[in-house]
């Protein structure tokens, strides 16, 4: 069994969950201990009991802690990669790619680590001396989902670590073993007992003892809309920093203009690859009427192209879903979709098996058409390979449309129009702007997150992961 780790040490528990392959359920990846409410508390405890010292490493320590775990994950990115893409069904190429990206992360954290700065300036009034700095926080409560098993991790810890605070994480219950792989990593690499802890179980126990514990200094998660409310109802009651990544509804705009095979790529990436499980993912299509028709024809090819099958054979280019209860949950939009009146132009049948006979949960990838913006496929996150077009007449419709959603996280367009660009950029409420590109797949140095009902508080990566694990403070000094 995979054994928690708290305090430096690999801890059993007395309860295991079984990780299955979603592209072969026959397939036990792996048993991980399940951690209880008690074992949380402990996890909290070791991390409270190592931040001082953390706080006080110096910036080349993190620096060579930091690029270690980095250059690691490097080395064995395949072998991570292929874990990856049998936990959570990712395909195999864009399942190494994740492993990369968690590796460049921890080196970009490793160089923040050094950068990490603040400000002089002269104060207003005479022989005054003003410093503005930043310090850890303390223990940082770390929740994330199973749809990026190693990069939200990583895009979690490497921030946390680099600015000088203790980490207790909780992955999700369905991934927990790119979570385990991530912590034997920085444990071998020296990090310092109960600076970094890892707790797998369940959300609804360990996960609540991160948000009411009063020693967890401040909470990161990602996942659903309804979780990450309950999040900032426990951290505001005890007045604990949070940050929420949630979903997204995100637009894709096509304009008469548009390259069309530059917004097919862009639409059938953004929309079908990982499956559609994206926060990022491009699920309403919103084409203006001179290129529709040529636009959904174009889509329709391109999707009876796409080969669904075991997320680890080469030439596949969408994996499973990650399990039964979002196949369950996507079928069921689909139905939804065809009782609202929305055409079913191609996809969204459920297929048992793959093409080996093993049994997994797939699912041909949905396009629908002739869609109204208030269906409910056009306003719900379906976190699966389901999309549809809605039709409009020029860009002023398309970007009122783009906006008319709960979510802000990701908007797209394709146009060869400078000026319609440039205006999009501008107007399109979402925290990330993509022209002639799929919305999702960003990279890893710059801010990630949204606004509205996608995301709260500062932004991810970047430099401007700062705000969120550091606390400025203000010094001011009589000469
Ligand atoms: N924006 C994004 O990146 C993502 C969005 N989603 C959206 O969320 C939907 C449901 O997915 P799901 O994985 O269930 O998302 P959840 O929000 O339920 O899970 C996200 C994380 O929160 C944990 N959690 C659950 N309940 C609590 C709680 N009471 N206190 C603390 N932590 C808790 C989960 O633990 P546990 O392991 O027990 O689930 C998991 O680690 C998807 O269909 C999709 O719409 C999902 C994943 C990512
Ligand atoms: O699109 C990406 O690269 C990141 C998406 C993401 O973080 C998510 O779906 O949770």
Redesign the pocket.
């Known amino acids: 069994m995979h054994k928690n780790l708290i305090g430096g040490a690999w801890v059993d528990a007395t309860r295991a969950s079984r990780n299955l392959n979603p592209s072969d359920t026959r397939d036990v990846v792996g048993e991980y201990a399940q951690a209880d409410v008690e074992q949380a508390g402990e996890a909290v405890a070791a991390a409270h009991a190592a931040a001082p010292a953390w706080a006080l490493t110096t910036p080349q320590q993190r620096f060579d802690l930091l690029d270690a775990v980095g250059s690691e994950i490097l080395a064995r990115k395949a072998e991570l990669g292929d874990l990856l893409a049998r936990e959570e069904g990712k395909t195999l190429p864009e399942a190494i790619g994740e492993a990369a990206r968690a590796g460049y992360i921890f080196k970009f954290f490793a160089g923040e680590a050094l950068r990490s700065g603040g400000d002089s300036l002269a104060s207003v009034r005479p022989g005054v001396g003003v410093e503005v700095t930043r310090e850890p926080l303390g223990v940082v409560g770390l ?6 098993p190693i990069a ?1 991790p990583a895009w979690k810890i490497a921030p946390a670590l680099a600015f000088g605070n203790t980490v207790v994480l ?5 991934v927990p073993g790119c979570a385990w792989a991530l912590a034997d990593i920085l444990h071998r690499n020296g990090l310092p007992p109960g600076v970094f802890n890892l707790v797998m ?4 126990d ?3 003892v ?2 009411d514990d009063r020693r967890v200094q401040a909470v990161s ?8 409310q ?2 900032a109802a ?1 951290c505001a009651a005890r007045l604990a920093k949070f940050q929420l ?4 509804k995100n637009p894709m705009v096509v304009l008469d203009d548009a390259d069309l095979d530059v917004a097919v790529t862009a639409a059938v990436h953004s929309g079908y690859f990982s499956t559609g ?3 990022t993912a491009s699920s309403r299509l919103i084409v203006t009427e001179g290129i529709h028709d040529r636009f959904v024809a174009a889509m329709a090819e391109r999707i009876a192209r796409l080969t669904v099958d075991d997320a680890r054979k080469a030439g596949t280019d969408i994996g499973p879903v990650v399990d039964d ?2 196949l369950a ?1 996507d079928l069921e939009y689909i139905e939804i979709g065809r009782r609202e009146g929305a055409t079913l132009l191609t996809g969204g049948q459920a297929l048992e098996r793959n093409s080996a006979g093993a049994p997994g949960y797939y699912l041909r990838p949905a396009l629908f058409t002739e869609t109204t913006p208030q269906m409910r496929i056009n306003r719900e ?3 699966g390979p389901v999309v549809s077009v809605l039709r409009v007449k020029d860009y002023e419709e398309a970007l009122a449309l783009a906006n008319d959603t709960p979510f802000g ?1 990701a908007a797209g367009i394709a146009t060869t129009s400078l000026k319609h660009a440039a205006h999009f950029k501008r107007h399109a409420q979402a925290g990330m702007v993509m022209v002639n590109l799929p919305t999702a797949g960003v990279d890893y140095h710059v801010p990630f997150g949204g606004r509205k009902a ?1 995301s709260h508080g500062p932004r991810e990566q970047g430099r401007y992961a700062a705000e969120f694990y550091t606390a400025v403070k203000t010094a001011y000094t009589q000469a």
């Open positions: 929740i994330t989902p199973w749809n990026f939200i909780k992955p999700a219950e369905l179980g369940r959300g609804t360990v996960g609540q991160l948000l998660f990602t996942g659903s809309v309804a979780t990450g309950r999040v426990a990544e949630m979903g997204g499980q994206r926060c209860r979002q949950q996150e379906i976190f996280l996608s």
